[in-house]
């Protein structure tokens, strides 16, 4: 087939803020009133765009790369080095906030395919040039934060040229996708010949192939269709060394999967140009709604059992209580107003099945039974539809918070089921402690296993006079106690350079040595995305 | 919970047979007869016992060993090293039975623990000694022919007294075990707790848990179970440069997986000295059954289309016209008579469905309506039992038919779905030209995914005067076959010794290079398992 490409593109992002634009707006009065009950308002200073550093690089390097891509496609103007700067955690949007463009490339350059990623990775190495693989932009660990020392300076490779549907096998059932394609541009291809690949992360509307292959992604529909690393089977990854090609059958007993070694590779490893995956059938039905448990460990044992059972439905994620109350605000709302008064607020599981009307309808009467006779009590479509219509929402609502002053920011972490409370017990009263009064921490399970789950944290607190250090201190706390307690540093935000400190105590000695290993036998100059990921 | 052991231990295996001796047989008349109507037969001589070569190792370093592990495990007596020669491919066998013991360890040592096996691989590695690990010795792709070109000599590490589960964690659902356990062992002892693995492939009986993680071994129930490399969800490895320790969360973002590393490493990085795996409740119903196809398409499409649709049973498996009609001897019982003369022999699909009752009758009844409905005739019971209790028996008539100078060997494959068809024709083809008049090629699917499946041949051919010498140039010509499709070099089987010349083909020249990078970090003096797996 010829290479098909999206019609509509997804809209660039602000440097400081979070999606479209034209989505953003403040908090409703109504909800403003809700928020001061508990955090002071402070009206954050309006934005202005600050001026970016001067470029280092040299002339002659700009025009070296402009021979390989084209003038139109390396660009050093302030406005796009800002929107290249960084990523969308937290601090990432309180530094640009604060004018600190110290991270934004000294340019941007924008290849049309592998080849062109090639000659870039080659010239990059030559003039010993950081090169930083820019897909959606929507990291949260700090990936799209090269440490340019000892090189002359940073390149963001914009991916945004690379977004095609390469191949499609139906019979296989298998597509070939180009790393820059964001997540709706690659379904609104698939879709065209009746397929999906059915990866929902919360980044989804602006989150990237390659992105999502390169950190290890995880959707909200996992359950179902599972991790973005499980349904890939095969990758093209362009190294400063020469190309990876991988993926000869579904599995195989070659050797190590090399496959696991450049998904999760952060860009340090090389540029991944093609990923093949698994894909599906548009669902014809689907369907979603809420379940109420009367704890957190009520529900997440009820999680458990189906995990362990191989029953899981397409979705399935629980809020703790707190999650749960202020999702509802009004935590009465489940399971009625006596049962909340007797028992507690309770906690709201959204359990959705997607599919052919018929495997639907048979999964979820089967599911509908364990959760029953678990101790569930199902609380029809509703709160399922109004988890849907809402399940891309929570970074624009951040936004808003931040504006006001409310410092808000996530975390994740994952372990085997016998340590899920333990570790959850953990990170809030390390997060607690390190924020002080008024600090709220909410927690929900989101990814589930047989053998253990997620845990994914928001943590909302006053920001203070300066947030970003104010969440830095409880962000290291955090990632302490998981340490401690024996859990992963990260489910499915990556390592990036927030996590990196934390990753030997992941791998171990030998571990790290490995990463190094093959960073130097893939990149022996270290220009690609140094500073991230290897310890 | 304190190590428990098992209290039956399987049988060592003579050097040049396979399993338990008690249980092996001459052929019966009536299949002697059979087997003379299509190959000439030929009573192989009777076999001796050939001297092993002497040991190379100086007294001082089988002392600085038996220092190490005790007098009483450091062994290089004659029959023991013959039993730790090679593996149990047809070749090891061929050459085993010719006298050729070239390949003999010089000394046998067995370690009782993780920490004397590290004191093991320190010694080995001041000394310049190869490692081989030896867990249950049925290789069959030469993973136990270490080349000690530049060293002084070969070790044989065998892991027989690590046969302990370690842990189990019912909440988790997981187990920790021991690499030498063999799998009966390891299932006995998970059966004391209700639990079990699942991990049945052919060599079932005498293969280890160290074995199935080294070389991402895949068994007979892959459809319900998986492969063992998705059971694995921890490991601890020893390596010459210290203890790699993996496995915080059933999975995460923490960079590349790199327990996909060391799974499938074949000795190569490190000895794998504890396996933690994903366990399930014993299943309370099993049953098996046998379906026609009118073709070996037929059926392949129709394995792809439960694949396709998540509905898989817990084993299914096809058998191409061939094997059918070999395995049933007389093809005319599939479907009846009248059918096979209309139709042709079809070929027969085995299906099984293991769990609690609920779940398996759920499960039986929609995989039945679909695979009528897309035209499989179901055969009931007996096939599927009939299956079911022969099915580790394979490599027993291997050795008769041997004995009569019938040369029966094994490969497989694994490849994308579109892709199934021109494989098996060309791997069919490749060995019936290179092994000429009177070759039989037998194949059937036994491992599926949504994407793609696994290809497994069995080629029986007359042995002649000289069956090596027959085989090796068959057996490079459906390497070829494979590369040339673009197919995996292996499914199931692993790389070792005999196809590391095509594993460069598989992960390309970056891929090879990264593999080495690895070698060198993990093993800087090269005496793990030298000669295998890396290109």
Known sequence: MTTERPSVLQPEMPPTRWGDPAHAAGLPDGVRDLVGLVFPIQDA?????????????????????????????????????????RGKSTPD???????????????????????????????????????????????????????PAGLTGVLSLD??????????????????????????????????????LGHFPQSFEYASIG????????????????????????????????????????????GPDLRELFLGSEGAFGVITEVTVRVRPLPEAKEYEGWRWSSFADGADAMRALAQSDLLPT???????????????????????????????????????????????????????????LGGTALGAEPGEAW???RFHAPYLRDSLLDVGVLVETLETATFWSNR?????RVKAALTEALGDGTMVLCHISHVYPTGCSLYFTVAAPGGDDPLARWLPAKAAACEAIVASGAAITHHHAVGTDHR????????????????????????????????LIP
Do not use: W
């Open 388 to 390: 849907a219509s809402g």
């Open 45 to 85: 200073p309006a934005l202005t765009d600050v001026a970016v550093p001067a470029p280092r690089l040299a002339d002659d390097q700009v025009s070296g790369l402009r021979a390989i891509v084209g003038d139109d496609h390396v660009v050093t103007d302030d406005a796009v080095r800002r929107q290249r700067t």
């Open 211 to 254: 992105g999502f292959a390169a950190t290890r992604s995880s959707g909200q529909s996992s359950a179902g269709y599972g991790r973005f690393d499980a349904m890939v089977v095969g990758l093209r990854v362009a190294t400063p060394v020469g190309e990876v090609r991988l993926g000869s059958a579904p599995a195989n007993a070659c």
């Open 93 to 147: 949007l309180l530094r640009q906030r604060s004018g600190d463009l110290g991270d934004a490339p000294d340019v941007v350059v924008r290849p049309a395919s592998h080849d062109e990623v090639v000659a870039v990775l080659a010239y990059a190495q030559e003039q010993r040039i950081a090169v930083v693989p820019f897909g959606g932009g929507t990291a949260v660990t700090g990936g799209l934060v090269a440490d």
């Open 421 to 425: 409370d333990s570790l959850y017990q």
């Open 501 to 532: 400190p934390y990753l030997t105590a992941e791998i171990g000695e030998v571990g790290a040595e490995v990463l190094r290993a093959v960073k130097r036998a893939v990149d022996p100059a270290g220009i690609l995305n140094p500073g991230v």
């Open 315 to 373: 979705v399935i994620r629980l809020s703790d209580e707190n999650e749960t109350a202020i999702n509802l605000a009004d935590p009465s709302g489940i399971g009625g107003e006596d049962r909340a008064d007797k028992e507690g607020p309770g906690c709201l599981m959204i359990v959705g099945y997607e599919g052919a009307p018929a495997a639907v309808a048979a999964k979820r009467a089967a599911v509908t039974e364990a959760l029953t006779a």
């Open 159 to 196: 991916l945004g040229r690379m977004r095609g549907l390469l191949a499609l096998d139906p019979v296989s059932s298998t597509a070939t996708l180009e790393p820059g394609l964001r997540g709706p541009e690659a379904e609104a291809l698939l879709a065209e010949h009746g397929m999906m």
